[in-house]
Nanobody, 119 residues
Framework: QVQLVESGGGLVQAGGSLRLSCVAS????????MGWYRQAPGKQRELVAR???????TYADSTEGRFTISRDNTKNTVYLQMDNMKPEDTAVYYCNAIVETYSRKGNYWGQGTQVTVSS
């Protein structure tokens, strides 16, 4: 079994910053891509940023230049530094990882962490 646990969400004013963390644990052999997605009320879940095992990054147009994704492979952890935040960044943020265990390869999700940006 693999678990993803997010932390770092909360309330911030527009223009402020937050840093999210997500730790993967369990019977992990290797972790491929890791990423962050978000879902606002009444909207579909959307990609925020993704990072490959070698460090290649992909960002949504709405977050590029303001958000930075990084990972520490020694700690099975992915981070999302969010700067110059806007009210439209308000959403539940979910961690995602493609994980190979000793028996299978699967797509795993965290439980989500609320991020609220006030205007």
């Amino acid at each position: 079994q693999v678990q993803l646990v997010e932390s770092g969400g909360g309330l911030v004013q527009a223009g402020g910053s937050l840093r999210l963390s997500c730790v993967a644990s369990g019977s992990i052999f290797s972790i491929n891509a890791m990423g962050w997605y978000r879902q606002a009320p009444g909207k579909q879940r959307e990609l925020v940023a993704r990072i490959g095992s070698a460090g290649t990054t992909t960002y949504a147009d709405s977050t590029e230049g303001r958000f930075t994704i990084s990972r520490d492979n020694t700690k099975n952890t992915v981070y999302l530094q969010m700067d110059n935040m806007k009210p439209e960044d308000t959403a539940v943020y979910y961690c995602n990882a493609i994980v190979e265990t000793y028996s299978r390869k699967g797509n795993y999700w965290g439980q989500g962490t609320q991020v609220t940006v006030s205007s």
